[in-house]
């Protein structure tokens, strides 16, 4: 089971680094991911506080919100450690032939954490 304080660090980096490797990618093919001077339009600037120049173009990166929604579970029994984690996917405790006495308790949290992407060329 991780924690999770651990399951949101490995996210967030996750997702800058391949945020990165995108740039890098796309960058070969004269793309750009997470441009810092681009139009995203009146509508957009308003909803996401974005400033702009007097052309409409963004003078700051946007920040991009990263929503976790994730299960908890706590668990207390004989033969197991007692802890809280995050549940990742269907899994089995334990080794054949072998069984605990256990309860678990299982609860979702759902926050947001902002973001500032590397900015693209």
């Given at each position: 089971?991780?924690?999770l304080k651990?399951?949101v660090?490995?996210?967030?980096s996750q997702?800058?680094e391949?945020?990165?490797?995108?740039?890098?990618?796309?960058?070969k093919?004269?793309?750009?991911?997470?441009p810092?001077k681009?139009?995203?339009?009146?509508?957009?600037?308003?909803?996401?506080?974005?400033s702009a120049?007097s052309e409409?173009?963004?003078t700051s990166?946007?920040?991009?919100?990263?929503s976790?929604?994730?299960a908890?579970?706590?668990?207390?029994?004989?033969?197991t450690?007692?802890g809280?984690?995050?549940?990742?996917?269907?899994f089995?405790?334990?080794?054949?032939?072998?069984s605990?006495?256990k309860?678990?308790a299982?609860?979702?949290?759902?926050?947001?954490?902002p973001?500032?992407?590397?900015?693209?060329?």
């Amino acid at each position: 089971m991780v924690s999770l304080k651990q399951f949101v660090a490995e996210a967030v980096s996750q997702i800058v680094e391949g945020v990165v490797e995108a740039q890098e990618r796309v960058g070969k093919l004269k793309g750009t991911v997470n441009p810092t001077k681009v139009n995203l339009g009146a509508t957009f600037q308003q909803e996401h506080s974005v400033s702009a120049d007097s052309e409409g173009y963004s003078t700051s990166n946007v920040v991009q919100p990263v929503s976790f929604d994730v299960a908890i579970t706590a668990e207390e029994g004989t033969g197991t450690k007692g802890g809280i984690g995050v549940v990742i996917g269907l899994f089995n405790l334990g080794a054949a032939g072998h069984s605990d006495a256990k309860s678990s308790a299982v609860s979702r949290v759902q926050f947001t954490v902002p973001l500032l992407l590397p900015p693209g060329n």
